[in-house]
């Protein structure tokens, strides 16, 4: 499913950061400015934005994850919620440096997270102290706020979706050292260096917010289904 201009002008895509702000990186992006305000040229996001759905697809179709980050009040609760839906990591809460790039260590963390979870779920956290279990219960949560998007993840994404690239520049730094393609949406402020798939347009508004993370969330499920398809025909010759 292709996203449309007029879906971007009633989710305000197009209104940027005030011109003092602005990035010059973003110029080719910007339609023009009103009341000191820029605005994207929804031209080129339209375009740019369906071709980055068409990589999140393709990715998708060869079984690959995508992870979404967004650790800004706005972004949190609409990427967990989309992210979930498409069955895909996410960050919400903090980026905690070396996520990426130090990934092994990361994953005795999420072990530690899936020992205490399972004390929880088994009962055997009633056998230690009250004092103990309340200290083990707290370290859950931490992390549990931390890394519960990304528990299942196996191993290093396919590609980073990423809202505000500002905000997020430790993820975008790590994504490049390891050449993870990264999906971003960038704003006027910003500069689009680093990021493989760019969607220029506005970080902050949740309209906005909603329909970035919906478009991937729609792309991967759809990526998936066809490759289910794809399978299926597969499976079809060979028995005709």
């Known amino acids: 499913m292709q996203v449309t201009m007029r879906q971007m002008l009633e989710a305000g895509v197009h ?46 179709a060869k079984k690959g994850n995508i992870l979404f980050v967004a650790t800004k009040r706005q972004a949190r ?40 979870e399972a004390m929880i779920e088994d009962g055997s956290i009633e056998k230690v102290s009250k004092k103990e279990g309340l200290v083990l219960r707290r370290e859950l949560e931490k992390l549990e706020r931390s890394l519960g998007g990304i528990k299942d993840m196996q191993g290093l994404p396919s590609a ?4 505000d690239v500002g905000y997020q520049k430790g993820t975008v730094t790590e994504a490049q050292k390891l050449g993870i393609p990264v999906i971003g949406v960038v704003d006027t402020n910003h500069s689009p260096l680093g990021v493989d798939y760019i ?12 329909l970035y993370a919906r478009g991937v969330a729609d792309a991967i499920l759809e990526g998936r289904e066809q490759a289910l398809n794809d399978l299926t025909e597969q499976v079809a010759e060979k028995a005709a």
């Open 15 to 60: 209104f940027g950061h005030q011109t003092r702000f602005w990035n010059p990186k973003m110029a080719p992006y910007i339609f023009g400015h009103r009341n000191k305000i820029h605005i994207v040229n929804l031209e080129k996001t339209v375009v740019m934005f369906n071709d980055a759905l068409k990589e999140v697809r393709k990715i998708s």
């Open 77 to 116: 609760e609409i990427i967990r919620e989309e992210a979930m839906r498409a069955g895909s990591p996410f960050v919400d809460h903090r980026w905690l440096g070396g996520m990426l790039t130090n990934f092994k260590t990361v994953q005795l963390s999420i072990k530690r997270l899936k020992e205490l």
């Open 160 to 163: 980073i979706f990423v809202i």
């Open 199 to 210: 969607i220029p347009g506005n970080d902050d508004s949740s309209q906005a917010i909603r």
